[in-house]
Antibody, heavy 122, light 110 residues
């Protein structure tokens, strides 16, 4: 059974860098899927942050691109998210997710982590 | 404001059929696949429909999807109280090279 688990600090100070990891169990991260990060501010809708293929090809939300880095560590079977220069607007539940497969749409996230709440506050 | 437009809310009674629309443009829905997600309160989104009209294993056939031009539709038949949730459409945008989500539709089963 494929499972994703986000982890990282629940509180980040303004202007600092938010760092999260997503541990993947039950499935090799290098097996031909895109892996992504999606966030959801309290009471609001879903916002895609970016997606990465294990080989390194990545795509980012144009509105966040200058502040985001997504990487894959195949040895640890995990993916990571770094979001720099955070503000209160970055307060959200952050999800990692897997896409169905290389032939499916990039938006077809079929397996999701439970999400982790990150607040940005001094 | 989302590039993919959904009605903010819809409501219906148990047993009814319901449709949720998702409107986009040629750079996203018009030339790419559409997915639909269900988000129950306090939980992560769940993939209901992918590739416009395909269901992942375990998704009941009460849920179906279609696409015409630059719009997509999610249809739910035999509504149940357990279907109360937020529903999101999603699509790749070839111009932005980005995944887009609709703003979400809150379904209330009266």
């Amino acid at each position: 059974q494929v499972q994703l688990q986000e982890s990282g600090p629940g509180l980040v100070k303004p202007s600092e860098t938010l760092s999260l990891t997503c541990g993947v169990s039950g499935y090799p991260i290098s097996l031909g899927h895109y892996w992504g990060w999606i966030r959801q501010p309290p009471g609001k809708g879903l916002e895609w942050i970016g997606s990465i293929y294990y080989g390194g090809r990545s795509y980012y939300n144009p509105s966040l691109k200058s502040r985001v880095t997504i990487s894959v560590e195949t040895s640890k079977n995990q993916l990571s998210l770094e979001l720099s220069s955070v503000t209160a607007a970055d307060t959200a539940v952050y999800y990692c997710a897997r896409t169905l497969g290389i032939a499916a749409g990039m938006e077809a996230f079929d397996i999701w982590g439970q999400g982790t709440m990150v607040s940005v506050s001094a | 404001q989302s590039v993919l437009t959904q009605p903010p809310s819809v409501s219906a009674t148990p047993g009814q059929k319901l449709t949720i629309s998702c409107s986009g443009s040629s750079s996203n829905i018009g030339n790419n696949f559409v997915s639909w997600f269900q988000q129950l309160p306090g939980t992560a989104p769940k993939l209901l429909i992918y590739d416009n009209n395909k269901r992942p294993p375990g998704i009941p056939d009460r849920f179906s999807g279609s696409k015409s031009g630059t719009s997509a539709t999610l249809v739910i038949t035999g509504l149940q109280t357990g279907d109360e949730a937020d529903y999101y459409c999603g699509a790749w945008d070839s111009s932005l090279t980005a995944v887009l989500f609709g703003g979400g539709t809150k379904l209330t089963v009266l």
